[in-house]
């Protein structure tokens, strides 16, 4: 990672750079950590945040309660912000959404009734503290706490300290009246280059209009990074004298696989720039003629890709990635920030938005699955308290919030009903663990159809399917006496995961235990997808293995003829599919489920096709 001068030429000067002196035209390869693969070349756009000017400082003791009331606005106003970040998700690729909706979850926490809050109220209190001297010093010190960790986990902790430390940030900006980095002045086509971007200035970028990323601070196994790669935009960090060699409007060509970015290039690196940026495009251009092929095995056995879908204005690119229409419609967006309740019509306006264009491509539907942990004030203030309880992801979410408030249940049904008569539909219970919570919700299903019958509005002649998702063990293992009361299965081998092996991803000391692949994972994918095929019964996964085209194979084996997820996903998995042969697939799935080790299964999966792993 280091700076290299090659080629020389003329200098001259520009009276517009940002920088006093001649203006630099000598060729600067600049070296950094390879982030996320795909090619750049545009003109260089540099953006700075503006530094928060926060000395520290003491208040007398009669200003107490005057400091507590601002640090209570600074939060207030960063709850906002953070709010504006989640709705911000919606828009983004799933992956996307997957690695920072848990990180906006834990600021969420921390501009709750956190550590960090109370220990800063302390110091102001106790110490004498301004509010924003007060959050630094207890974020320093909850960080340097967490740094200390025994635990080989470095890179975790580094990301927890950074979480704590950002949010800090936030509270002493809002404090300090400091604006943040402004992205909206970013050309289409530009290479954005700054001295480092946080996850929340990653959150912020168009994936359409930004062509690559490069920043002089960060690393690969950094929330940014991590940001950068789900939303696939070509980016290299960790950039040593990046800022000092780049100015605005210089051309660049930036390699997000090598690592590299070579500013204002020659003409040899330019066309070797362009070759690679050719072949970069000639890939995704032959997986896009893809779009128009079936999801067919080689022995003619059909696989159903179908995306996953946040908000219609994501319907243009599942169209583009040629899926056959929806395999999960997550409704918590209609719920997101909004300080009431979403009522049948505007539930049923939304869907409408959905389920028409598609022209007849099947949508499933998953009502809605909150649980404290969830920032969503409307149902925290007017439905459910706002209590999150010591485990969130064990207490009241899903289908069990969902029959303990029918109202709302009630609502999300009568829309989804009226709007069947568009297109095919069908309807998803979330985290179902026992076979009366089927039961309990086709009761209630039952009588809002009947009641939508009486008062005449139209109907279809036969009620779209009713299905559970298999996302806990206890699910997985009930899922013959499930089956006998649902019409489908979905599962959701993210949860399943967390679930089976007791690992939230979001929490860095435990997230590299977190393996889809785990023997326990699959035998209990291998458990549910037996059980509905045993009755005949449609079953899909929608989680991330979903979307892996090593894991392809495995799945088919296992008997899965169904797939959804991210439309970015689905060229490559279609690609996959067509390569594969149902009778290979099915060896290679109990030749895997032999398995007792982890590590064995995964030089299973990244070997199969090859001589040594067929």
Request: aromatic share 4%.
């Amino acid at each position: 990672m280091k700076t290299e001068k090659t080629e020389k030429t003329e200098a001259a000067r520009t009276p517009d750079s940002p920088r006093r002196g001649g203006r630099k035209t000598r060729e600067v390869l600049v070296r950094g950590i390879a982030i996320s693969p795909g090619v750049a070349i545009g003109a260089v756009y540099d953006t700075s945040e503006v530094p928060t000017e926060a000395p520290r400082r003491s208040i007398p003791a009669a200003q107490v309660e005057a400091e507590k009331a601002r640090l209570a606005a600074a939060v207030a106003a960063s709850r906002k912000q953070v709010s504006k970040l989640k709705g911000r998700l919606a828009v983004l690729p799933e992956e996307a959404q997957g690695e920072l909706e848990p990180l906006l979850d834990a600021y969420s926490m921390m501009l709750g009734d956190s550590r960090l809050l109370r220990g800063a109220r302390r110091r102001i209190a106790e110490e004498l503290l301004a509010a924003e001297t007060a959050v630094q010093d207890e974020a320093e010190a909850i960080a340097g706490t967490i740094l200390a960790a025994k635990d080989d986990d470095k890179p975790g902790l580094r990301r927890r300290a950074g979480e704590v430390r950002e949010i800090a940030r936030r509270l002493t900006r809002n404090l300090t009246a400091t604006p943040f980095r402004s992205l909206k002045g970013v050309p289409a086509g530009a290479i954005l280059v700054a001295e480092e971007l946080t996850p929340a200035d990653a959150a912020l970028l168009d994936p359409t209009k930004i062509a690559g990323v490069a920043t002089e601070e960060g690393g690969a196994d950094g929330h940014t990074a991590i940001m950068l790669r789900a939303l696939g935009i070509p980016s290299v960090l960790g950039c040593p004298g990046l800022t000092e060699a780049a100015r605005r409007g210089d051309e660049a060509v930036l390699d997000g696989g090598t690592g590299t970015i070579v500013i204002r290039p020659g003409s040899a690196a330019l066309e070797a720039g362009r070759e690679a940026l050719a072949g970069y495009a000639k890939e995704k251009s032959r997986l896009a003629k893809l779009r128009r092929l079936p999801s067919v095995t080689l022995d003619g056995e059909e696989v159903e890709l179908q995306a996953n879908l946040e908000i219609p204005a994501e319907l243009p690119l599942i169209a583009q990635a040629g899926a056959q229409g929806i395999g999960l419609l997550r409704t918590e967006f209609l719920f997101m920030n909004r300080e009431d309740l979403p009522d049948e019509d505007a539930q049923f306006e939304a869907y409408s938005q959905i389920v028409g264009p598609l022209a007849g491509d099947g949508v499933t539907i998953r009502v809605l699955d909150w649980g404290g942990e969830k920032d969503m004030q409307a149902l925290a203030e007017g439905v459910v308290p706002w209590h999150t309880g010591p485990n969130p992801a064990l207490g009241l979410r899903g289908i069990r919030m969902l029959l303990k408030r029918p109202e709302l249940l009630e609502a999300q049904f009568a829309a989804i009903l009226r709007v069947a008569t568009q297109g095919p539909v069908r309807i998803l219970l979330p985290l179902v663990t026992i076979p009366a919570e089927v039961a309990q919700a086709r009761e209630i299903y039952e009588r809002v159809a009947r009641r939508l019958r009486r008062r005449g509005t139209p109907l279809p002649d036969k009620l779209p399917p009713l299905g559970a998702m298999i996302e806990t063990p206890g699910a997985a293992l009930a899922a013959d006496a499930i089956a006998l009361e649902a019409d489908f299965f979905a599962i959701g081998t993210n949860d399943l995961a967390m679930y089976t092996l007791a690992v939230d991803r979001a929490e860095a000391e435990v997230s590299h235990l977190y393996d889809p692949l785990h023997p326990a994972v699959l035998r209990l994918v291998q458990f549910a997808t037996e059980a509905a095929l045993r009755l005949r019964m449609p079953v899909s996964v929608c989680g991330e293995m979903a979307g892996n085209p090593r894991l392809v194979p495995l799945l088919l084996g296992l008997g899965i003829r169904a797939l959804s997820m991210n439309a970015s996903a689905i060229p490559r998995v279609k690609q996959r599919v067509r390569t594969l042969k149902i009778d290979d697939c099915a060896r290679f799935a109990r030749r895997v489920m032999e398995q007792g080790d982890p590590r064995l299964i995964q030089e299973l999966v990244m070997n199969f096709g090859t001589p040594e792993g067929s």
